[in-house]
């Protein structure tokens, strides 16, 4: 059985690992990996192997983060429809303009939503203004960009399900907020 400060480490590992990376991790992601990280940490502790003892072949935190991730971001095992896609475009809507997030936002062409930006938002477009875009798409995960044709993309690991257009458009208030500086970064 796992102890209370195994999980809290397992925690705070994957949140350090996360913090450092070039995709934007929903807290439900997170907390999976710290599961599976946990998960890991136990089986080694049954073989005589510490969590200290793995930094020297494998980083179990980046693994672990990035197996549970993948589910998320690579191509589902079945792709959804355009109607379940538009579907979660509508919750994506109504979670970013809900009194919670506050943000200002509309379905966009394809499978997107446009968020308008605020004077925190981080620069992006010809003039530095362009407003944020979110998609998703039939055959994969969540995206973040700025609509501007040559914009850079940044995925969002995050179920595709109503909560986790809730854990989006609360990632996505962060980002047009400027909490995050700026992710889309290279």
Known sequence: MMTPQVNTEAATAIRKVAASGLVLYAP?????A?????DMWAAGERHGVSPKDWAWAV??????????A?????????????????????DLTEALT????????RLGPRASVVVGRLPET?????????????GLYTDGGWDLSFDHPMAGIVRI???ASKAGAHEVAAIVRAVARGELGNPFRS
Request: glycine content about 6%; overall charge negative.
């Open 34 to 38: 710290a599961s599976l990280l946990a």
């Open 98 to 105: 809900s009194p919670e997030i506050g943000l200002t936002a």
């Open 122 to 134: 981080p620069r992006g477009g010809y003039h530095g203004d362009a407003d944020l875009v979110v």
């Open 59 to 68: 980083s179990l935190p980046n693994a672990s983060l990035e197996v549970i």
């Open 28 to 32: 439900s992601v997170q907390d999976e």
């Open 157 to 159: 690991a995050a179920p």
């Open 70 to 90: 993948s589910r998320y971001i690579n191509a589902p095992e079945s792709n959804r429809s355009i109607d379940q896609v538009l579907t979660l475009l509508r």
